[in-house]
């Protein structure tokens, strides 16, 4: 469809009147310079558009790599590490740290404590948790992938996944851990792997 000019000529005028044209400053006057405010707008959407572009590409990650983050509360906390049987030196593993509640209540059990979590934001807040519980020197979190890590000579593992995720996981540990390892799953449990023991809704399991 052919457009006539004259309408194409206002239409480009409203827009440029609309977005471009500074209070204050005539319409016909030449137009350089696009005011502070303009520049704010665009840098601040851009860097909440990445924003919400890391979180939601993390989260869908995790949602078919592991689980969305739901936390624990303290009583099956209290029951994960209690059946973790840690004692001090213990190498302790978290995958799926989430805000670190589990790491750093494996750190004040006396264990070498350490998490993976995904999710940037959920790392950045576990960091500042460590280092306002006071146990940096045996907690720390990586930010990345449980998956590629290889878990030889951990003592204790836990995890809270969700349950299209527990056959992979199962194979991935009976492979990796030494015989005596403990693993506490909470909520879930293994397809085939029997656990030894039950708190709440916390299942123990014994390589």
Do not use: C
């Not at 520049?39 to 990650?61: D, E, K, Q, R």
């Not at 592991?66 to 009583?75: E, S």
């Amino acid at each position: 469809m052919n457009w006539p000019t004259s309408t194409l000529k206002r239409l480009t005028a409203s827009l440029y009147y609309n977005f471009f044209w500074i209070p204050g400053r005539p319409r016909g006057a030449r137009h350089d310079k696009k005011p502070m405010s303009f520049w704010l707008i665009v840098i601040s959407t851009i860097i909440m558009s990445l924003m919400f572009g890391v979180f939601f590409a993390t989260t869908g990650y995790s949602v078919f790599f592991g689980a969305p983050f739901l936390p624990t509360d303290k009583r099956n906390v209290d029951f994960m590490i209690a059946l973790s049987g840690l004692k001090p030196g213990d190498r302790f593993a978290d995958l799926g740290s989430g805000d670190g509640r589990l790491v750093i209540a494996a750190a004040k059990a006396g264990a070498k404590a350490e998490g993976w979590e995904i999710n940037p934001y959920l790392w950045l807040i576990s960091k500042l948790r460590i280092a306002f519980s006071g146990v940096g020197k045996n907690a720390k979190v990586h930010l990345g992938s449980y998956w590629w890590e290889n878990f030889k000579g951990v003592d204790a593992v836990s995890l809270y996944l969700i349950h299209i995720q527990m056959p992979r996981m199962e194979k991935k540990l009976q492979a990796e851990l030494a015989p005596g390892a403990r693993v506490v799953s909470h909520v879930f449990k293994f397809p085939t792997w029997q656990p030894v023991e039950k708190r709440g809704a916390v299942y123990l399991y014994q390589r």
